[in-house]
């Protein structure tokens, strides 16, 4: 027997186990994450010390862009032969530097070249499909002028990053804020804080305030947007914004902001290779450019070539028929416009905008100011073909006229009596557009004019408060407006959306853009038709017989306003549409009456500028075959069987037809014989006389007054517009 005690059970050691998934996953992840960031950061290196930096004189030879017509060959001109003038730094003012930096990039001196945050925000916007621009600091904005092409890709901005990174390892913030104002466009052909001193404050950059600074500082976000001369209100909304952001910088004290004043801008004077109607054409192409998205200084330097849609003999002949036909005397505060449109594509093929660009520079054939008047018919015209209203309908063509408590003249206060629409509509006849708007509803002729291609903010075209006078054209829409309404017409019903532009090239001949038509279908053609029928018989037999010297098929319409303030000529061919447009304004802008332009008491739409209207049509489709417009479906224009005399009062009257005599279908027989009671009245026999309904003054069996005849003179005054009373 052993003495020995037994050894105790032996441990049992725990078991070895894996590290949880979770733990791997985890503990990979990091070392992923770790070893990419690392393989950035050599890459990002690598990337760094490979890019180098260019000198910024390279900016002084940037190429202009150069604006073609529409052949492609012929130049029309250039943007881009700007001023460049560099100053030191120190030269400019601090609290100027502090309002760009307020306007740009208030971090300027904290960050390394970049933004993350504005990188994010500008990723968000490009994966949203929000702007393709944002989130770049001064540094990046300066390497992307400097040195940088100007087109929107993700491999630019990549660049421009590295190359803003780059710079801030090799250069100052000082020499960088000092080269990014020496080359940032502030608009009016001027690069640089000193050019821009001088465009719009005639001083030198050293003599800047903080106030004209700030000025200088809004304008660099969108040198043509917020352009004194384009949208005063919005450069003034940002200047306080700048102003605002200094004193949140306290780079400016607040008793320096509360005593602030918008300061005088010197008016813009543009140069002499921008005079007639150049200044206007690449004016046009340079809105139409940055509404497709192209930055400023792309256009401005970026060596584009563009191809516009404008045709150089239609071009010609606007200038040369405006000059020739136009007014001669009485012409102060006189404003000519006329504008010329390519059915079914949009393509805008001539303007005229003002006498010079150089002297004005406000273009009277996109401005909207001139009241339309009876060019806004064809609107009702067209809603009443829609609703079947054929042009044979009968209407009120007396004068005055009251509908549904409106009183209405004619031109001349003539009187028609009872009038087809076609009638009235060859002869401009208020008083029975006016009832035919209120027999179909004046929404209806609001639509038709949208449709048309009438925008819907024009002034005095308000859809919430319309009433019987929208008919008459209180709206003012511009001339390039109408003519592409009318544009619609000759295109049987398809409206298109205008442009200038029809091809632009990049400096290494890469395309960026071709223009393709942006069509939509506004009438049914018949209604289309009807409505060109109706207006050839207005050149033909109407208030537009001075277009019958064109010699082509042709449709139009005269308008002329109250107190003669304004005179239309809107036509068209199949191939071409036009609107010419003149009126008055005082030195304050203010509308005034044309009477004794041209030695004429009233300027009508067909004097002027229907002649004006037809010198240029006949010399920019010279070499066009003539084109007839199709004919308008059978029933448009076949007479309305009328009744003479109804059974009820509620039997239905076709639209357009006088109110016929009421004869009950039992009608005691007047000549029979009646005993007489002694102790009853006289019985009364029925009146034979008609009863007046629309037309008071007339009785069926009375011949209507026939319409006159049309004169050849170009300035004679037609039977046409009314006036509202």
């Not at 990174?165 to 990014?180: A, G, M």
């Not at 849609?309 to 012409?331: E, I, L, N, Y």
């Amino acid at each position: 027997m052993s003495n020995s005690r037994p050894r105790p059970p032996a441990k049992k050691r725990p078991a070895r186990t894996s590290p949880a998934p979770k733990s791997h996953w985890l503990r990979n992840t990091i070392l992923i994450v770790l070893a990419a960031g690392a393989l950035g950061v050599v890459v990002f290196a690598v990337l760094i010390a490979r890019t180098t930096v260019p000198t910024p004189n390279e900016v002084a030879t940037s190429e202009a862009t150069i604006v073609y017509y529409a052949d492609g060959t012929t130049e029309i001109g250039r943007l881009g032969e700007a001023t460049r003038r560099s100053v030191p730094l120190d030269e400019v003012p601090l609290e100027v530097q502090h309002a760009v930096l307020a306007a740009e990039d208030r971090s300027f001196y904290d960050h390394g070249g970049i933004s993350p945050i504005g990188i994010g925000r500008a990723i968000w916007n490009n994966v949203t499909g929000g702007s393709t621009q944002g989130g770049s600091t001064i540094t990046q904005q300066y390497a992307k002028n400097a040195f940088l092409s100007q087109e929107r890709s993700w491999d630019r901005k990549v660049q421009e990053a590295l190359l803003a990174f780059k710079l801030e390892t090799v250069v100052s913030k000082d020499e960088i804020l000092e080269n990014y104002l020496n080359t940032i466009y502030f608009g009016r052909g001027a690069y640089g804080i000193e050019a821009a001193a001088i465009a719009y404050f005639g001083i030198p950059s050293s003599e800047l305030t903080v106030e004209q600074g700030a000025v200088l500082a809004s304008i660099i976000k969108s040198p043509s947007g917020l352009a004194p001369e384009n949208d005063l209100p919005g450069l003034q909304g940002r200047w306080e914004y700048v102003l605002d952001s200094m004193v949140e910088q306290q780079w400016l004290r607040p008793g320096q902001r509360a005593d602030a004043q918008f300061p005088k801008i010197k008016k813009l004077k543009a140069k002499d290779r921008l005079g007639g109607q150049v200044g206007f054409m690449l004016t046009m192409v340079q809105e139409q450019l940055i509404d497709l998205g192209f930055d400023e200084t792309e256009i401005q330097r970026g060596g584009l070539r563009i191809t516009s849609t404008f045709d150089r003999q239609a071009q010609r002949a606007a200038t040369a028929a405006v000059r020739k036909h136009g007014p001669s005397t009485g012409t102060e505060g006189l404003r000519i416009g006329l504008a010329a449109v390519r059915p079914g594509t949009g393509e805008i093929v001539a303007v005229y905008g003002g006498a010079d660009f150089v002297d004005d520079q406000i273009n009277n054939a996109t401005r909207p100011f001139a009241q339309a008047g009876s060019t806004f018919k064809p609107f009702a015209l067209a809603a009443a073909t829609e609703q079947e209203v054929p042009l044979t309908s009968i209407w009120n063509g007396d004068s005055p006229a009251t509908v549904n408590g409106y009183t209405f003249s004619n031109y001349g206060d003539r009187s028609y009596g009872p009038v087809s629409l076609l009638e009235a509509t060859e002869f401009s006849i208020n008083s029975a557009y006016v009832e035919l708007e209120s027999s179909i509803g004046v929404e209806s002729v609001a639509d038709a004019a949208v449709l048309a291609g009438i925008p819907e903010g024009t002034p005095g075209m308000d859809l919430d408060d319309l009433n019987l006078t929208f008919v008459l054209g209180t709206a003012s829409p511009s001339g390039l407006d109408m003519a592409n309404a009318y544009a619609t017409f000759a295109s049987r019903g398809t409206r298109a959306q205008t442009t200038v532009l029809k091809e632009v090239v990049g400096p290494n001949g890469g395309l960026l853009y071709q223009f393709q038509p942006s069509t939509a279908a506004a009438f049914d053609p018949g209604v289309a038709d009807t409505v060109s029928y109706a207006l050839s018989r207005v050149v033909t037999d109407g208030t537009g017989a001075a277009a019958q010297a064109l010699g082509r098929p042709a449709a139009a319409k005269t308008g002329t306003t109250d107190d003669n303030k304004s005179a239309w000529f809107v036509g068209y061919t199949p191939q071409l549409a036009g609107a010419v447009l003149m009126a008055k304004e005082d030195a304050d802008g203010t509308p005034i009456s044309m009477a004794g332009t041209g030695g004429l008491e009233t300027v009508t739409g067909g004097s002027f500028p229907a002649a004006i209207w037809t010198a240029f049509m006949s010399a920019a489709l010279d070499g066009l075959p003539a084109e007839d417009f199709a004919d308008p479906p059978g029933g448009r224009v076949e007479p309305v069987d009328c009744p003479d005399s109804i059974a009820t009062e509620s039997e239905e009257v076709p639209q357009g037809c006088p109110t016929p005599t009421l004869i009950p279908e039992f009608e005691p027989d007047p000549t029979a014989t009646l005993p007489i009671d002694p102790q009853s009245p006289p019985a009364i026999i029925p009146s034979q006389s008609p009863d007046p309904g629309l037309f008071p003054s007339q009785s069926p069996s009375t011949t209507p007054e026939p319409s006159p005849e049309p004169t050849p003179d170009a300035t004679a005054e037609p039977t046409e517009e009314a006036r509202p009373e």
